[in-house]
């Protein structure tokens, strides 16, 4: 009941509300180029899971604690309430995103696979790899969804329904990442609660000095815990994060504004211009001067 309650706060947390057209079909299809997102979509989670397929560019997608570089052809599953989130390594990056509403396909699904299988998903106690690479019946699915979604013939969306019920299919036969206990559940549900929090108080003041006490005690733990558990979440060091934040900001803003580098810095967070250049050049593997084409 408890962590009902918690996921309900949507307002403090990362949680993103997903709309979907027909509330009695589980699926949306839409077609994306995050370059006209402004090169990048936030950390956030969601209870739907979802498939990016990419067909044109490249990128790098988090997904909990792993980055994955895409290009064309790649497929990511995005588990629910996965926190997940990307930016471009090329100029565009050109996908599919498709939403299902595991929930919807609990209803359709007859006999004891919804217990055995469906209702597991959607609990988040089967997580599948997030990369699908070279797997031929997964993609086929994949794009047999976008052709049926697209063209929306007469039973259209029984077939697109059928699909998804193949790829979970093939997803449990070959790309099961991991089975939580019980639990594991309550614990990984929690830490995300908390854990949204903190990420979204990162995203909105990370030009300030932020405080780790202060973040350990918006997730309920002790510093000396937070930076254990932050890492496992993340991947990163509460600093490498902050910073890679810092970072991800400070490339937008060099791309989309009039700013010169120094003044991306110190608007970013940064009081050195050295350690923002050299920083700078360590994540993106470019220099700052190179992206504003000025001097640093």
Same mark, same amino acid.
């Given at each position: 009941?408890v962590?009902?309650e918690?996921?309900k706060?949507?307002d ?9 057209p ?9 077609y ?7 090169g ?5 989670w969601?209870e ?11 990128g790098r997608i988090?997904c909990?604690?792993?980055e994955?570089?895409?290009?064309d052809g ?8 996965? *926190?997940h989130g990307?930016?471009?390594i090329?100029?565009s990056? /050109?996908? !599919?995103?498709?939403?299902?509403? +595991?929930g919807? &396909?609990?209803n359709n699904l007859?006999g004891n696979?919804?217990?055995k ?5 959607r ?7 997030n ?6 019946e997964i993609?086929s699915c994949v ?6 979604y697209?063209?929306r013939q ?8 059928s ?6 299919a093939?997803l ?15 614990l990984r549900?929690?830490r995300? *609660?908390h854990?949204?929090k903190?990420l979204q108080y990162?995203d /909105?003041? !990370?030009?300030?000095?932020v405080d +780790?006490?202060? &973040?350990a ?7 000396s815990h937070?930076y254990?558990?932050f890492k496992?979440i993340?991947?990163k060091?509460p600093?490498h994060?902050?910073n890679?934040v810092?970072?991800?900001?400070a490339?937008e803003?060099?791309?989309n504004s ?9 608007t970013?967070g ?6 923002f250049c050299?920083l700078?050049?360590r994540?993106?593997?470019i220099s700052?001067?190179a992206v504003?084409?000025s001097?640093c």
């Open positions: 009941m962590l009902e918690g996921i706060m949507k403090a947390l990362l949680k993103e509300p997903m709309f979907m027909d509330i009695s079909f589980p699926v949306k299809v839409s994306l180029d995050l370059k006209d997102l402004g990048y979509f936030s950390r956030h969601h739907h899971m979802e498939f990016l397929y990419f067909l044109e560019g490249q988090e909990e604690n792993n994955i570089e895409v290009s790649d497929l990511l599953v995005i588990n629910s309430n996965e *926190i990307g930016h471009l090329s100029e990056l /050109k996908y !599919y995103c498709i939403i299902v509403d +595991i919807l &396909l609990q007859i696979s919804e217990a299988y469906i209702i597991p998903i609990d988040n106690r089967i997580l599948f790899k990369q699908i690479q070279e797997d031929e993609i794009k047999k969804i976008i052709k049926e697209e063209i007469e039973g259209y969306e029984l077939l697109v329904t699909y998804i019920y193949q790829i979970i093939l449990l036969r070959e790309h099961v990442a991991a089975v939580l206990t019980e639990k594991n559940y309550e549900k929690k995300l *609660i854990f949204s903190v990162i /909105k003041h !990370y030009e300030q000095d +780790i006490e202060f &973040l005690k918006m997730a309920h733990i002790s510093t937070f254990p558990v496992e993340t991947g060091t600093t994060y902050i890679f810092r970072i991800e900001k490339e803003l060099l791309k009039e700013m010169n580098v120094t003044e991306v810095a110190f970013v940064f009081n050195d211009l050295s350690y050299r700078f050049k994540y993106k593997g700052p001067s504003r084409n001097e």
